[in-house]
């Protein structure tokens, strides 16, 4: 059952929805602090230092207490693919981090329209050669993503996948944006209850990411149409009131079609990525994906 403050918040951003959204728009995009000052903070009793050796922006975020020292998260930043930046990394992944006792690396990739598909995936293989290269194991390696991140992680692990390179030992996504074509009926049934997500809006996004209208439909472009044999354990989570609701639930079944240890968790009358909005049932969210991280992990 939602918390009374998770609804009036919701409630409130719904009706303003428009004008929400395009504060929230003018945040992802317009404020992004240096590297060092989004090191410096404090979130979640989590520290970070900057990585200087890769050709975008990228943190290593540390929890109070590691649970586990062989292991990593590689964590892929929301944002429809044309907004998001390393402020936004951090205060996704942070809480998420703590849950889970395991550090993690977070990183800005290359945006459309000035970076179609797929300059994202490339930017994710460089991070995650990043972290082989500088002695992780495959199997100590946590993939997490949430919206267009989480599209990022399935596609990573996909590309891994064709070139013969072991798996991660899990991946935890957060309302993951992976049917852009829209087929799902939750972008119809669900529009009027959705608090920040606008249909039409995404579409745009999408086909400047595709590049064309004409790609959405394409397994790398919109995972759900891809083959998942040989992915490893995958916890889902997204809320019930939210557009992208029938990506999450087609993901769940695509996954379970091809042989995947898949879970789909649906949060009552949460919105898209609600884990970013400290509500108690954020506080759940983060957690029960920190325990699933650090248990595959260990």
Not at 76 to 85: N, R
Not at 203 to 214: D, K, L, Y
Not at 269 to 277: K, L
Request: charged share 20%; aromatic share 8%.
């Amino acid at each position: 059952m939602p918390t009374k403050r998770s609804q009036d918040t919701l409630g409130m951003l719904r009706s303003h929805k428009k004008v929400a959204t395009a504060i929230g728009n003018q945040v992802m995009t317009k404020i992004d602090p240096p590297l060092e000052v989004v090191a410096r903070m404090r979130m979640n009793g989590t520290s970070a230092l900057p990585i200087r050796n890769l050709p975008f922006s990228a943190l290593t975020v540390y929890p109070k207490k590691i649970a586990v020292e062989d292991g990593v998260i590689l964590h892929m930043h929301g944002g429809a693919y044309v907004s998001g930046g390393i402020l936004q990394c951090r205060a996704l992944i942070s809480p998420i981090c703590a849950a889970a006792g395991v550090r993690a690396v977070t990183f800005t990739y290359r945006l459309a329209p000035a970076h179609p598909y797929p300059a994202q995936l490339e930017d994710a293989y460089t991070a995650y050669r990043f972290l082989r290269a500088i002695g992780y194991e495959a199997g100590k390696i946590a993939f997490i993503g949430e919206s267009a991140g989480g599209n990022l992680a399935l596609s990573l692990a996909r590309k891994l996948r064709e070139e013969g390179e072991e798996m991660p030992a899990c991946i935890a996504l957060l309302s993951p944006w992976v049917d852009l074509a829209q087929t799902g009926e939750s972008y119809r049934t669900l529009e009027k209850v959705d608090a920040t997500l606008d249909a039409r809006e995404l579409m745009e996004n999408a086909v400047q990411f595709a590049g064309s209208a004409e790609r959405l439909k394409d397994g790398g472009i919109s995972p759900i149409y891809a083959d998942f044999t040989g992915f490893p354990p995958t916890l889902i989570h997204c809320g019930t009131h939210e557009i992208l609701l029938s990506d999450s639930e087609t993901l769940e079944k695509a996954m379970l079609r091809d042989g995947v240890d898949a879970r789909l968790v649906r949060w009552a009358g949460m919105c898209h990525v609600f884990q970013a909005f400290g509500f108690e049932e954020s506080k759940a969210s983060n957690s029960q994906i920190g325990a699933f991280l650090r248990a595959h992990l260990i």
